[in-house]
């Protein structure tokens, strides 16, 4: 999964699902920071995907950041 997402951004760099799904694959992986960054860029490319809002919102308190997390929940609901 992680090789694939990598091909699909490096096809389209501003493939909002491709930057998701690696996002997910290095979170599920224990890389925090690469999920961070990866899932950021697919919030950048798709404020609207409500799977890398959440994914994101918990890789962002599994890193201990709960007030970035919980600032954007309440973005999500918003868009809900």
């Keep these: 999964a992680r090789l694939c997402a990598a091909n699909a951004v490096e096809v389209d760099p501003k493939s909002g ?4 799904e690696a ?5 599920q992986l224990g890389n925090l920071r690469e999920a961070k960054q990866c899932l950021t860029k697919a919030v950048e490319c798709n404020g ?3 799977a890398a809002l959440a994914y994101l919102i918990e890789v962002l308190d599994d890193n201990g950041d709960k007030t970035e997390a919980v600032k954007l929940g309440k973005k999500k609901a ?3």
């Design 78 to 80: 918003q868009i809900e």
């Design 48 to 50: 609207k995907d409500m």
């Design 17 to 20: 699902a491709g930057w998701r």
């Design 23 to 27: 996002g997910y694959a290095e979170w």
